[in-house]
């Protein structure tokens, strides 16, 4: 390994070093807000060894302030414990884009379209935020189809009385 000492990190250098920021959505309740935080603010996960790090004067970029230590070492997150963090911020984002869309997933649904008329279906998720959705759509051959479509055309189904 070549000694990296003395030499400045580009901004494209340091976007190289493998990192992890836990973010989950909010909803603010002012709309300027921003409608993502970092799950661990003021942390970010680095998968790197600490000398590189140093090399790489990653200290002198804005925001960090140094790495988690213990008694002045450098302490390491085993990798079962960010990917932990990963599964954990995943189903809160996941959460969170189904209580905007008002659906969660396996609620039947139907789906209105002026080209395709009504077709029931199963939500499956939210797309991207409150805007559009993914719904599994029964065909008349009995299998399923995945289509994303705007959260406005979704509806629950009707509950059949009797």
């Known amino acids: 390994m070549e000694n990296l000492k003395g030499v ?4 494209s250098e340091a976007k190289s070093i493998p990192n992890y920021l836990p973010v989950y959505a909010v909803k603010p309740v002012n709309p300027r807000s921003h409608a993502i935080k970092p799950f661990f603010p003021g942390y970010l996960f680095v998968n790197e060894e ?20 213990f008694d002045g070492m450098p302490a390491s997150v ?12 995943r189903q809160l984002n996941l959460e969170q884009s189904q209580a905007h869309s008002g659906f969660m997933a396996g609620d ?46 979704v509806r629950r189904k009707p509950q059949r009385k009797g």
């Open 78 to 89: 085993h990798p079962s414990l960010v990917e932990a963090v990963r599964r954990h911020t």
């Open 50 to 69: 600490p000398e590189r790090l140093y090399d790489h004067r990653v200290f002198l970029m804005r925001g960090v302030t140094g790495l988690v230590s």
């Open 108 to 153: 039947e649904v139907v789906v209105e379209d002026s080209l395709i008329g009504q077709i029931e279906g199963i939500f499956e998720k939210c797309i991207n935020g409150k805007e559009r959705v993914s719904v599994l759509l029964r065909m008349i051959q009995g299998g399923m189809m995945r289509l994303e479509v705007p959260v406005e055309k």
């Open 8 to 11: 400045e990190l580009t901004p």
